[in-house]
C-alpha cells in the first residue's frame, strides 16, 4: 500500500513543484501524525484500527470520493493518484485478505483497544478532511 509517491505526484499536481515549502501542515495533519505514531507505540496493535479505517475505507469509500472529486471539483488522474492501486491486482481479493487478517487478529490483540483506535482513527479522518476543505476554501 506504499502511497508516498502518490501523495507526492497528487501534491505536485495540485499545488505545483514548490509543495514541499507552500503547503503547510496542518495542525490536524500533526494530530493524526501523531496520533499513528501513538499507535505503534508498545506492541503495535492498535494499528490495526488504522490499517482498516485508512486501507480499507481508501479501497472502498475513497473509490466513490475519487469519482466525486473528478466531477465536481474537475480534477483529473494526476491530481488523484492517491486513490490508484496498481501494485493490488485484484482490489477485491485484497480486501478479503485484509479483513481475514484482521478478523484472526482478534484472538491475540486487546480488541477493546483497538476499536477505541479504530473510533479515534475515524474522528482524526473527519478532522482532517474538515480541515483540508477548510484550506481549500479559504484560498
Known amino acids: 500500500m506504499y502511497r508516498c509517491a502518490a501523495i507526492?505526484?497528487?501534491?505536485?499536481?495540485?499545488?505545483?513543484?514548490?509543495?514541499?515549502?507552500?503547503?503547510a501542515l496542518l495542525p490536524s495533519g500533526r494530530d493524526y501524525a501523531t496520533g499513528v505514531a501513538q499507535a505503534?507505540?508498545?506492541?503495535g496493535e492498535r494499528l490495526?484500527?488504522?490499517?482498516?479505517?485508512?486501507?480499507l475505507g481508501?479501497?472502498?469509500?475513497?473509490?466513490i470520493l475519487k469519482r466525486l472529486l473528478?466531477?465536481?471539483?474537475?480534477l483529473?488522474?494526476?491530481a488523484l493518484s492517491f486513490y490508484e492501486f496498481p501494485a493490488i491486482a485484484d482490489i477485491a481479493v485484497f480486501k478479503s485478505?485484509?479483513?481475514?487478517?484482521?478478523?484472526?487478529?482478534?484472538?491475540?490483540?486487546?480488541v477493546v483497544a483497538v476499536v477505541?483506535?479504530?473510533?479515534?482513527a475515524f474522528r482524526l479522518n473527519i478532522e482532517l478532511s474538515r480541515a483540508i476543505h477548510l484550506a481549500g476554501i479559504a484560498r
Open 8 to 23: 507526492e505526484r497528487d501534491l505536485l499536481a495540485l499545488a505545483g513543484p514548490d509543495w514541499s515549502h507552500s503547503v
Open 40 to 43: 505503534a507505540a508498545d506492541n
Open 48 to 55: 490495526i484500527a488504522h490499517a482498516y479505517t485508512r486501507y
Open 58 to 63: 481508501d479501497l472502498s469509500g475513497g473509490q
Open 70 to 74: 473528478e466531477r465536481s471539483l474537475g
Open 76 to 78: 483529473g488522474p494526476d
Open 97 to 110: 485478505g485484509l479483513h481475514a487478517a484482521i478478523a484472526a487478529a482478534t484472538s491475540v490483540v486487546d
Open 116 to 120: 477505541e483506535e479504530a473510533a479515534m
